[in-house]
């Protein structure tokens, strides 16, 4: 970020927020003095705003006179504040005590990690997200947290978007919703389109880096990301957000809430739309989604009921943009040409479209696909100290993808070949479709111990039961000439069936007041199957086309952990952790791998974490102004057996390409920090990772004569940062600029310049204003200009290489280019 534009910020008038007084503080846990993140603040009984992640609040300003401060949350009493509005800041310290109704967060604390566990997490709040919500997908929203790294196929932030942390993808993040797993089964992926606009309804999010606790699902092996949508908000509301930017974005949603009826009823629901034309040409998306919850909740019971769906239409983006669209060389697109990656036709379109090239031109070229989420929560007191969260879940889950296919041969479709006179046809133009048809369902448990007069021991028993159903098929929709087949010609067919099963048990133990150590064992298995065939046609083991995928695997893992924290001061902690991994290959590493290959291995990973923990709500600063700081600072070191890195390759459906290597390692260091001012009306927050990402003994066996040796991990960038400076100049008025900093990164496993992602910095910049009129709550306008400074730059990519026409070895790379200088306006109404 640059100097001058943090000064420009810095020097903005600020006398007038004092106008009225600002009231701020933090809301704790009278128990164990933990923020509580997402507590409702109310002033004369109206809501204004609620805790963030580390349980401070801020009322921006508070009219001359007496007002009553109420502080809520869910599952404790209320307290009660009498406040004065008066020109100067007001700090308050508010610790609420556990009541009789269980906390909606209870269902999911099994899995959340705090300042017991010795792990590097992150708390993401309500308001963090909304922040920065004008449309774009869940990565996105969490671009400025440690170690993330966030990239787009349509290249503006809707539609397919993935997230790397620590240089892992979103194969190696647990991702749950509510403690049931999001991650597809069988891929591992988190795929984020399926569920659009999900951060309008979240209330709290929690990042976990590197193994993390034990979580329902596969492994984590670079972080967790555990999603609630759990609060209860007990007065009743209705709200909208409309976007319009760039691309043609649009999003509209419509929230609202019953607030607690009868005493015991609450009933919440959202509608969400979000569509766009993407950075890339024919990259659209058409995205739907709604949110339904019901609660029932009284003295030591919560029931909840909760239904969420998306369905997505996307134009298919995966294919990237080749290199020489990007710098418009001839001769490099000669050799694109020259080895039959596109048509002579092809590359001229190209070079035409350029970094908005789009390979696919028939207009149905579509992803479509669609997923109903289904959850029954429900978490019972049990006595004084003891409470039970049980959930039962159904994810059923359908859609194709639909793929114009010129000259195909019909042997390769099951189809015998169309004889005209003296003539036989061996291939045809023809659309296609692949299916997936699935059904996801099992629940999960936590029985809890947390002793309300004495906290020096708290414990979790727990585990997970989930089986997963899913049909493989594909049909042709239409043939230039038909063969043998009919409408919907079926060529291929598989069925996967996974179960999955996990128990663990957890505890955290205050040896001393400022000693405490954690432990936590988990045992998970798996079981596996695949039977039937897979559309391959170009696989050397394919017979007619298809090449028969059968698995079936078993695998059982013990994963334990352990850490222990140490108190040095108020606010301040060190902490350390060990923790072992385990997981299983994904599909396509068992269905897309080469003649000869025996199969993938399952990952194991030893993490170790270290770190300190500062926190000073409220310290001397220059002319007697005083201001809050947060530091933290992370070590860890990450070794691997047998992991399975990306290839660089992809296979037909975009889906990258793995490769066991015996052994590899990821260690650095993760710094972050915050500073705030004037009662948070000014503050910088940052955070940078340092890191090293190594195979040893690596050898590529596809390209001749590559030796073994020590390289870096593909995908892993050694420097990722993060800047966000954000001001309150005006009462209502939040202005920010978000700086994002990632070195090269490699396409490959070889570490060669000529497969790489070069480098790239960008700035956005944020405003928001919200006013209240007299016919409505409040109405919030918005603006957010990403890549101010209009960089040219790609975030993700793969490559190809191989013996070229002249015999030499030459690399064939494609990029996902991200949009340049763009906006996205909003406009948000709150009745």
């Known amino acids: ?348 379109r190209a070079l035409r479209e350029g970094r908005r090239f789009s390979y696919y031109t028939y207009d149905n070229q579509t992803d479509n696909y669609q997923q109903n989420h289904y959850q029954l929560h429900l978490a019972q007191g049990l006595g004084a100290n003891w409470n039970l969260a049980a959930t039962a879940h159904l994810t059923r889950g359908f859609g194709y993808y639909e793929s114009y296919r010129a000259g195909r041969k019909f042997v390769n479709y099951g189809l015998p070949n169309v004889v005209v006179g003296a003539q036989s046809i061996t291939r045809t133009d023809l659309v296609d479709r692949k299916w997936l048809d699935n059904y996801f369902y099992g629940g999960t448990f936590a029985l809890n111990y947390q002793p309300r007069a004495n906290d020096r021991l708290q414990a979790t028993v727990g585990g997970a039961w989930n089986r997963f159903l899913n049909d493989h098929y594909g049909e042709i929709i239409w043939a230039q000439y038909a063969s043998s087949g009919s409408i919907r010609q079926r060529y291929y067919f598989n069925d996967a069936t996974k179960t999955d099963y996990n128990a663990y048990a957890r505890a955290t133990w205050q040896l001393l007041p400022r000693l405490g150590v954690y432990g936590d064992a988990q045992v998970r298995h798996i079981r596996y199957n695949i039977d039937g065939v897979e559309h391959e046609p170009n696989s050397p083991r394919a017979v007619k086309g298809v090449v028969d995928v059968s698995t079936h695997v078993d695998y059982t893992f013990f994963n334990p952990k352990a850490g222990v924290t140490f108190a040095l001061a108020e606010g301040q902690q060190l902490y350390a952790s060990y923790a072992i991994g385990q997981r299983e290959p994904v599909r396509a590493d068992f269905t897309d791998r080469p003649a000869g290959d025996v199969g993938a291995k399952p990952e194991k990973l030893q993490d170790f974490e270290g770190g300190y923990r500062a926190s000073w709500p409220d310290v001397p600063f220059l002319f007697g102004l005083r201001q809050a700081v947060r530091l933290e600072a992370n070590y860890f070191r990450m070794d691997y057996r047998n992991q399975l890195v990306a290839t660089g390759q992809l296979n037909d459906v975009g889906t990258a390409l793995r490769t066991n290597v015996a052994r590899s390692y990821r260690t650095g260091v993760e710094l972050s920090g915050r500073v705030a001012l004037f009662a948070d009306r000014l503050s910088v927050s940052a955070n940078g990772t340092l890191s090293r990402n190594r195979i040893l003994n690596y050898r590529n066996d596809s390209l001749p004569g590559d030796v073994a040796r020590t390289t870096t991990i593909s995908y892993s960038p050694s420097f990722v940062g993060a800047t966000t400076l954000e001001g309150q100049p005006l009462k209502g008025l939040r202005l920010a600029l978000l700086g994002k900093a990632v070195s090269e990164q490699y396409l490959d496993n070889t570490a060669s310049a000529e497969r790489r992602l070069a480098a790239y910095k960008v700035v956005d910049f944020r405003v928001r204003y919200s006013f209240r009129p007299s016919f409505v709550k409040e109405i919030e306008l918005g603006l957010l200009v990403n890549n101010v400074l209009n960089r040219r730059y790609a975030a993700n990519g793969y490559t190809y290489a191989y013996p070229g026409a002249d015999g030499r070895l030459q690399s064939f790379n494609w990029y996902f280019p991200q949009a340049p200088r763009n906006f996205l306006a909003s406009v948000g109404v709150k009745f």
């Open 1 to 348: 970020m640059n100097l001058p534009g943090a000064a420009l910020l810095a020097c903005l008038p600020v006398g007038a927020a004092w106008a009225q007084g600002p009231v701020s503080g933090t809301v704790t846990d009278g128990r164990t003095q933990q923020g509580l993140p997402g507590a409702i603040i109310l002033l004369d009984g109206a809501p204004v705003g609620a805790t963030d992640a580390s349980g401070a609040f801020q009322v921006p300003a508070v009219a001359a006179g007496a007002h009553e401060l109420r502080i809520t949350f869910v599952g404790y009493d209320a307290a009660t504040r009498s406040v004065q509005g008066q020109p100067g800041a007001q700090q308050l310290s508010l610790a609420l005590q556990p009541g009789r109704v269980l906390i909606g967060e209870a269902l999911v604390t099994a899995q959340r990690a705090n300042d017991r566990t010795g792990t590097a997490y992150t708390n993401v709040s309500r308001e963090d997200l909304a922040k920065r919500n004008f449309g774009q997908d869940l990565p996105y929203l969490l671009d400025q947290t440690p170690s993330v790294v966030v990239t787009s196929d349509a290249g503006a932030g809707v539609g397919y978007t993935d997230i790397r942390i620590r240089g892992t993808s979103n194969t190696g993040i647990n991702m749950t919703i509510n403690g049931v797993p999001l991650n597809d089964a069988e891929s591992r992926g988190s795929f984020l389109v399926n569920v659009p606009d999900l951060a309008s309804s979240v209330s709290s999010l929690q990042i976990q880096r590197g193994v993390g606790t034990s979580q329902n699902g596969g492994a984590a092996f670079g972080a967790s990301i555990n999603i609630s949508t759990l609060d209860n908000r007990r007065e009743a509301y209705a709200e909208t957000q409309n976007s319009y930017g760039s691309f043609s974005t649009w999003k509209n949603t419509v929230q609202f809430g019953s607030g607690l009826v009868g005493k015991y009823f609450t009933f919440d629901g959202r509608l969400s739309r979000v569509a766009s034309d993407g950075y890339m040409n024919r990259a659209s998306s058409d995205l739907k989604s709604y949110y339904l919850a019901a609660g029932y909740q009284q003295k030591n019971t919560l029931l909840k009921f909760i239904t969420f769906s998306g369905r997505e239409k996307t134009y298919q983006a995966w294919n990237g943009v080749p290199e020489f669209a990007l710098t418009g060389s001839q001769t490099l697109k000669q050799q694109y040409v020259d080895n039959f990656e596109l048509s002579e036709a092809e590359a001229e």
